[in-house]
C-alpha cells in the first residue's frame, strides 16, 4: 500500500486557476488516469487525471478553489509499483492521440497566422497543424463583416486527434471569408482577411506560422510540437489533459472554450445539454437550443409540476457510455401529449377501479348486425353509447373541477373521447354528443375519427370538448392497465381485450366472453364507492344493451 500526493502539474502561464468542476470526494476509488476535477483559466479547460488508481484520501480543494502548479489536491491510497508516485511526467508519459489536445498555452504573439496584405488588412491562414491534413471545419463562428477582437475563435477545426480553435491575429472586420462548415482545411490555406487589423506583426514571409502557434485547442494557444527545439505540449502539461471529450467515458461535457464560455454567460450547464457536433461535441446552437427549449417549456412543464411539488428532475445520461445509440426527435404530438399526460398524472389523484363485464350477448349481437348491415362494427361504439347512458345516471362523471377548486362544473352535454395509437403518437379525438346518436353513426364517425387521426388530419376542433375518455387496447391485447385521467375530465375506462372465462351461473361454470374495464378516476371529485357504482351500472348495460332501451 502506498500512498500518492496528487499535485496540480505545471499548467503552463496559468495562475489561480478555479476548480470548474470536481469529479471525485474522499473515499472514492478511481482508476488510472480517471479525471480527479477540471480547472478552467481563460485560454483552456483542463482535467486533472488520477496518477494511478486508488482511493481517494485526504481531499484538499473544493469547488472554486483556485489552484496553481503543485497545489495539493488529494493523496491517492494505491496498491502495488504502479502506484509508487512519479514526478511531473514530461512528454512521454501522454499517449500520441492526446498530444495535440493538450496544448499549453504559449508564445501566441510569435505566430499569428497572418499574412499583410497592405492597406490595414492581413490575409488569415491555417497555420502548422502538425500532422494533420484536410481537417474539417465543425464550426464556423463568423461571418462576412464581423468585427472581431484579437484572439477571438474564427472557426473550429477537428481531426481525429484534437479540436483546435484558430483565433483571429488582430483585431479587425472578417473580409472575403473562404472557408464554410465541412470545408477541409490544411496549413497555409486562407481563412479570411482581416481588416483594419493594424498593427498586426508580419508573419516571417508569408510562410505560415511555425508548428501550431497560433492554434488555440480548447482555448489553449498551442506550442509547436514539430519543432524539437520548442518543449513539446505534452511535456509541459504532462499530467494534464483538455477537455477532449471524444472520448465517451469522459464525464466532462465535450464543447469547446468559447462554447463553454457562452455557456457560463447564460447559466448553462453544458452536462444537460445534448451535443450534435461530430462525436456529441456540444455547439454555441446546442447551447442556443437548450435556452429555447427550456424556455418554451417553461409553461408545460412549470404547469406540469404545479402545485409547486418540486419533484427532481431526472439526471441526464450520457446513454452512449454504454452502447450505441440514435437520437430521433419526438414528433410534436408525442411532446405535446407527453406534457398533457405529465400534467394530469401530476395533479390528478388516480386511483383505479377494475371489473370484468360479461359481453357475451353483446358480442353474438354485435357479430349479426354487422353482418347484416354490412358494416365493421366493432366493440367501441357500443361502449361509448354504455357509457354515455351511465354518464348520465352518474352526473359527476360529466364534470370538471371548477378552476379554482371551489366547486363543480356540472356538463348538461356529452361528448366523448377515444384514445387513438398513430404513427406519431397518441391523439384523442372526441365524438358529440353520445347521448342523441345510434350505434351504427357512432360506430362511423369513430372509423372516420381514427382515419383520420391516423393519417394526422385531425382539426384541433375534433380533440376539443370532451366529458370522458375510453381507452381501448382491446384489439391488442392484455387484461387490466391503469389509464391516466385525461383532465380537466374526471375519469377515463380502459378497455382490454375480452377473453372467455368459466363463470359460475349458481349451478355449474358457464364459457363467458369477459371484456375487462379499468376506470380510472380523479378521487378529489368521485368517490370510490361512485366508481364502484358506475363500473357495475356499465359492466350490466354491457351484459345487456336492452336496459339502455328502458
Ligand atoms: N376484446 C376483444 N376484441 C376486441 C376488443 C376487446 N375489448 N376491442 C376491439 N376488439 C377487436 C375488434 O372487434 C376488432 O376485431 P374484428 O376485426 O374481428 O371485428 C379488432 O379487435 C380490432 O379493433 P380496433 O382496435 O381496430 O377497433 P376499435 O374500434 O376497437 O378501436 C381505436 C379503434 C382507434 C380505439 C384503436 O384502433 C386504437 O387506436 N386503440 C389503441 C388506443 C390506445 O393506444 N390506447 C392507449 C392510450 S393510453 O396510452
Avoid at 126 to 145: A, F, N, R, Y
Wanted: aromatic fraction near 4%.
Amino acid at each position: 500500500m502506498a500512498n500518492i500526493d496528487v499535485k496540480v502539474p505545471d499548467i503552463g502561464d496559468s495562475h489561480d486557476v478555479p476548480v470548474i468542476e470536481l469529479l471525485v470526494k474522499d473515499g472514492d476509488t478511481v482508476t488510472k488516469d480517471q479525471p480527479l476535477l477540471v480547472l478552467e483559466s481563460d485560454k483552456a479547460t483542463m482535467e486533472v487525471p488520477a496518477p494511478a488508481a486508488g482511493v481517494v484520501r485526504a481531499l484538499q480543494v473544493k469547488l472554486g478553489d483556485k489552484l496553481n502548479a503543485g497545489s495539493a489536491i488529494c493523496q491517492l491510497e494505491s496498491e502495488g509499483a504502479a502506484a509508487a508516485p512519479k514526478p511531473a511526467p514530461k512528454a512521454a508519459a501522454i499517449p500520441e492521440k492526446k498530444i495535440a489536445a493538450e496544448a499549453a498555452p504559449t508564445r501566441k504573439a510569435e505566430a499569428p497566422a497572418a499574412a499583410p496584405q497592405g492597406g490595414g488588412s492581413v490575409e488569415v491562414r491555417i497555420p502548422d497543424l502538425g500532422d494533420s491534413h484536410d481537417v474539417p471545419v465543425i464550426e464556423l463562428l463568423v461571418k462576412d463583416g464581423d468585427a472581431v477582437e484579437k484572439d477571438q475563435p474564427l472557426l473550429v477545426l477537428e481531426s481525429d486527434k484534437a479540436t483546435m480553435e484558430v483565433p483571429a491575429p488582430a483585431a479587425g472586420t472578417v473580409r472575403a471569408l473562404k472557408v464554410k462548415l465541412g470545408d477541409k482545411l490544411s496549413k497555409g490555406d486562407v481563412v479570411c482577411s482581416l481588416e483594419g487589423a493594424a498593427g498586426v506583426a508580419p508573419a516571417t514571409k508569408t510562410e505560415p506560422v511555425p508548428a501550431t502557434a497560433g492554434v488555440a485547442v480548447h482555448g489553449a494557444t498551442s506550442a509547436p510540437q514539430s519543432t524539437p527545439a520548442q518543449p513539446s505540449m505534452a511535456g509541459r502539461t504532462a499530467g494534464i489533459t483538455a477537455i477532449q471529450g471524444s472520448d465517451p467515458s469522459s464525464a466532462v461535457p465535450y464543447a469547446g472554450p468559447a462554447t463553454r464560455q457562452f455557456a457560463r454567460k447564460l447559466g448553462v450547464d453544458l452536462a444537460k445539454v445534448r451535443g450534435s457536433g461530430p462525436r456529441g461535441r456540444i455547439v454555441i446552437e446546442d447551447v442556443q437550443g437548450f435556452v429555447k427549449a427550456k424556455l418554451s417549456a417553461a409553461p408545460t412543464a412549470a404547469a406540469a409540476v404545479s402545485g409547486g411539488s418540486g419533484i427532481p428532475p431526472i439526471p441526464a445520461q450520457d446513454f452512449s457510455l454504454y452502447g450505441e445509440i440514435e437520437n430521433k426527435p419526438l414528433a410534436r404530438i408525442r411532446k405535446i401529449s407527453a406534457a398533457h399526460l405529465h400534467r394530469s398524472w401530476l395533479n390528478v389523484p388516480h386511483v383505479t377501479q377494475n371489473d370484468e363485464a360479461d359481453i357475451s350477448e353483446l358480442e353474438a349481437f354485435r357479430k349479426a348486425q354487422g353482418e347484416e348491415l354490412n358494416l365493421k362494427l366493432t366493440l367501441l361504439p357500443f361502449i361509448m353509447k354504455a357509457v354515455a347512458a351511465v354518464m348520465k345516471q352518474y352526473p359527476e362523471f360529466n364534470s370538471s373541477l371548477s378552476a379554482d377548486g371551489e366547486s363543480l362544473v356540472l356538463k348538461k352535454y356529452c361528448h366523448i373521447g377515444f384514445a387513438a395509437d398513430t404513427p406519431n403518437g397518441l391523439v384523442v379525438p372526441v365524438v358529440r354528443d353520445v347521448w342523441s346518436k345510434g350505434i351504427v353513426q357512432l360506430s362511423n364517425e369513430c372509423g372516420e375519427l381514427a382515419k383520420k387521426a391516423r393519417d394526422g388530419k385531425l382539426k384541433p376542433d375534433e380533440m376539443r370538448g370532451g366529458c370522458f375518455s375510453i381507452s381501448s387496447l382491446g384489439g391488442i391485447g392484455g387484461s387490466h392497465f391503469t389509464p391516466i385521467v385525461n383532465a380537466p375530465e374526471v375519469a377515463i375506462l380502459g378497455v382490454s381485450r375480452s377473453q372467455m372465462k368459466p363463470v359460475w351461473d349458481g349451478k355449474a361454470f358457464q364459457p363467458r366472453l369477459m371484456c375487462p374495464l379499468s376506470l380510472s378516476y380523479d378521487h378529489r371529485v368521485i368517490d370510490g364507492a361512485a366508481a364502484a357504482r358506475f363500473v357495475v351500472a356499465l359492466g350490466r348495460l354491457l351484459g345487456d344493451m336492452r336496459r339502455l332501451a328502458l
